[in-house]
């Protein structure tokens, strides 16, 4: 499976199947917490909470590449991430893209 940030593919044709997207909500951990809330006391980079959110970030790109691979795509291009908080605590990492077919 492609993925692109780009609107083309240079020399490929295809056309548009829709909409595909994976996602994922991930929750801090207790112990990570004291951790980081430490470190946020000195400053500096939250390197746990970078390491969660590369993972969630993994996990959202892999699900879109499912539900294209579903959907008879070979490739999704203008792919996109979001970020949005679910609740105190709790952050959403959602991939999205164009799924296509190559004709």
Known sequence: MLLTTTENIPGKNYEIIGIAKGNMV??????????????????????????MMNESRAIATKRLAEDAEKMG?????????????????AAEVTAYGTAVKFV
């Open 26 to 51: 991930q929750t801090k951990n207790i112990g990570r917490d004291i951790g980081q809330g430490l470190k946020s006391m000195v400053g500096g980079e939250l390197a746990t909470y970078t390491d």
């Open 73 to 89: 795509a070979d490739a999704v291009v203008m792919m996109r991430y979001t970020t949005s908080a679910i609740t105190a605590g």
